[in-house]
């Protein structure tokens, strides 16, 4: 029989509290229940607690039904059941958590294939910006980039002229950059737990292979897509050798990827913050902005704005626990 208590009554830390499901519907809780099967949607994030969900539960202005709640590092994650409101990612921005739809997610129970962008997600840095300061041309390379954010050059176009920029550098810059290559928090664990469970990590990047290939090796990677800069006697030309990795050839490798491994689209997800990634974020089985650009975030349907790629990891274990 349901019983009725206060959300006074509840602990602030959400991983106390016991009864789930539970009913939130202002200052009542009432216990369900309640069988959600696969679907519903989550709200995670560090700070994460019962205040927290208070003001945002008084933001939606709307009951919520919590079926479960867990952690996953220093993420509390709490599933809410139902379809996502159309103004929770909203809410969810202001208030400093993320929140992200379950529905048709990927299983870990069975293979998978993630594909991941480089620049600026699965390392925190952009690579020609940051070879191009060390050269002493960062204010030419970022002015032929503001200018491709204007749409005065498409990617393919703004490249070559960004890495024309660097002819007669030291092939020494590279080495310099790559053995300090920052990498994005969370991205050792996010591959490590995909690892477990059978699961291929890939990078298609607009970047470049001198880095790339590093991560392949240090990270274990099935594959790797990014640009070759052409080098002679020592020194970068100011050219790319062969096609550049654009937004087609990134969703053709998770494609290829995916046909070559027997894994169904269903199983695969893209990540990743450029335009330039929102063709695989389209096509895949799950695709995610990743901080992403203002254009990414407007037409991904799950955006992680302010997890690390632990958070990525928050989305993906919730079809271990969505088995009933």
């Known amino acids: 029989m349901a019983y009725t208590v206060t959300y006074s009554d509840l602990p602030e830390n959400i991983q106390h509290w016991q009864g789930l499901p539970l009913s939130l519907n202002g200052c009542e809780v009432v216990p369900l229940d309640y069988n959600a099967g696969k679907t519903g949607w989550i709200i995670y994030g560090k700070k994460l607690n019962k205040t927290l969900l208070s003001k945002f539960q008084n933001e939606l202005a709307m009951p919520m039904v919590v079926v479960s709640s867990w952690k996953i590092k220093s993420y509390q994650i709490v599933r809410i059941a139902g379809e996502i409101p159309k103004k929770a990612k909203t809410i969810a921005y ?17 293979p998978g294939l993630l594909v991941m962008d480089m620049d600026s997600t699965a390392i925190t840095i952009e690579c020609i910006d940051e ?41 020494q810059i590279l080495d ?4 300090n290559l920052p990498l994005m928090a969370g991205l050792t664990y996010l591959i490590k737990e995909l690892h477990k469970h059978h699961w291929h990590v890939a990078i298609a990047s ?86 992403g650009k203002p254009k990414v975030v407007e037409k991904a349907k799950i955006c992680i704005n302010y997890a690390d790629l632990t958070g990525l990891w928050c989305i993906l274990s919730t079809s271990l626990l969505s088995e009933g």
Do not use: C, W
């Open 94 to 110: 202001a208030l400093g958590i993320d929140v992200s739809p379950i529905d048709n997610l990927p299983n870990l129970h069975s």
């Open 206 to 291: 607009g970047g470049f292979t001198y880095f790339a290939d590093h991560l392949k090796d240090r990270l274990k990677l099935i594959h790797i897509a990014a640009n070759r800069l052409e080098i002679k006697n020592g020194k970068l030309t100011g050219k790319i050798v062969g096609q550049v990795v654009d937004a087609k050839y990134k969703a053709r490798t998770l494609q290829q990827l995916a046909n070559e491994l027997a894994i169904p689209i269903e199983q695969t997800v893209a990540i990743g913050d450029g335009a330039n990634d929102l063709m695989m974020i389209r096509i895949a089985g799950l695709g995610v902005a990743y901080h």
């Open 131 to 171: 070879l191009a300061k060390l050269y002493g041309v960062g204010d030419q390379v970022t002015a032929v980039t503001e200018r491709a954010m204007r749409g005065e050059l498409d990617f393919i176009t703004s490249l070559r002229k960004r890495v024309a920029k660097l002819k007669g550098a030291d092939v």
């Open 176 to 179: 310099q950059l790559r053995s």
